[in-house]
């Protein structure tokens, strides 16, 4: 019987020990496959931020709009819609997330009046409207340019009684006022010393100015593109551009004005709005790219928004230089301009420029774009 008591004695000893081992090994299998799958953190500095780049990729969140309805005002010619309507007609805005509403105007003052009323956000203008609406007060800012227009600004002459610029003496001339038009006719009498007092002025809208050529109740008229191109069209001569004489003799680059395209906001929009802003500007920077890459569909695409002729608009494409950003020449321009003003009593003050250009929307959008401080 104790012979029987000892061996199983000992069995249940050697089951025991067996039963230690087994769960002995199980226990070290399980911590290496515990330390395998979690390594343990990195004790340098060094390294672990290194570590953490290499396994991990943040994708940066996507602003959120502060709205996605957007008016947008231009006034109907080639200097100043043809980013908006392209954006528009390739789709940019959409890619933004934007659904804009194009308004198109007869010039810039209206421009600037709508946006004074907030009937629109933002406004494509030549840069006098909104310099004379910023003196008299008008809470608007210049968030970027959009093209270098100086090369369309033209004086369109009757041949027949004008030769040379000393002929407008005496004669019955017509620009828009307010506007660049009416800048460059004072230019021109200053550049050329011309009398104003014998000048009878015709102070009308663009619309206007070509049917009162055609029935000669004017005998010159200082306009943009493509209004002197139709007036070159139908008799008359253009005897200087903004960049260029074409005066006999005196053939050559000649700089009385160096106007731009410029994008404004109303300064509530902007402040409240500032993603949509930038949407807004990432979509006309596309738009500049296309219009550089293939002129011909950007005109088709202007045509069909504007209701003129596709070939006018190529031959305009070609005289402005387009370009979304905010440059020192830009500045040095608007402050000439301003003085310009200032002196023929257009303004009683000169903007402060430092506050009129707000350059953080587009130096968001890209910092290449924008080269003043």
């Known amino acids: ?222 306009i943009w593109q493509p209004v002197a191109l139709n007036g070159v069209k139908n008799g008359g001569v253009a005897l200087l551009t903004g960049n260029e004489s074409h005066v006999p003799g005196e053939e050559g680059p000649q700089q009385l004005i160096n106007p731009y395209s410029i994008l404004i906001g109303h300064s509530d929009f902007l402040t409240k709005h500032p993603e949509t802003t930038k949407a807004a500007l990432r979509a006309l920077n596309k738009s500049v790219a296309f219009i550089k890459a293939s002129p011909d569909a950007a005109a088709e695409h202007i045509s069909k928004a504007l209701g003129q002729n596709v070939e006018d608009i190529k031959t305009v494409i070609k005289l402005n230089n387009y370009a979304l950003n905010l440059t020192p020449e830009l500045v040095d321009s608007l402050e000439g301009i301003s003085q310009f003003l200032l002196k023929n009593e257009k303004i009683k003050a000169v903007p402060d420029y430092k506050t009129f250009i707000d350059s953080s929307y587009l130096k968001a959008v890209d910092s290449a774009l924008v080269t003043i401080p």
């Not at 005002?73 to 933004?96: C, H, M, N, W």
């Not at 203008?125 to 608007?140: E, H, V, Y």
């Not at 093209?147 to 600004?153: E, F, H, K, L, P």
């Not at 407008?168 to 660049?180: D, I, Q, R």
């Open 1 to 222: 019987m104790s012979t029987n008591r000892t061996s199983q004695s000992l069995l249940l000893t050697l089951v025991f020990i067996l039963l230690t081992v087994i769960l002995a090994a199980c226990g070290e299998a399980t911590n290496k496959a515990a330390n395998k799958s979690s390594p343990e953190p990195q004790t340098s500095p060094s390294t672990a931020p290194e570590t953490t780049a290499s396994t991990t990729s943040t994708v940066a969140p996507t602003p959120t709009l502060e709205t996605t309805s957007l008016s947008i005002g231009s006034a109907r010619d080639t200097q100043l819609s043809p980013l908006i309507v392209i954006a528009q007609e390739e789709g940019y805005f959409k890619e933004e997330g934007l659904d804009v509403k194009i308004e198109l105007f007869a010039a810039g003052p209206d421009v600037v009046a709508a946006l004074g009323s907030k009937s629109i956000q933002l406004g494509s203008s030549g840069d006098i409207p909104p310099i004379i609406a910023k003196a008299s007060g008008l809470p608007i800012q210049i968030i970027a340019q959009q093209a270098d227009i100086s090369g369309v600004q033209t004086l369109v002459v009757n041949p027949d009684k004008i030769k040379t610029p000393s002929d407008l003496n005496g004669k019955k001339v017509s620009y828009v006022p307010g506007t660049v038009s009416e800048a460059f006719f004072l230019r021109i009498a200053e550049n050329y010393s011309l009398d104003l007092k014998s000048i009878e002025p015709f102070k009308i809208g663009p619309t206007e100015i070509l049917p009162a050529f055609q029935s000669n109740n004017i005998d010159a008229f200082v």
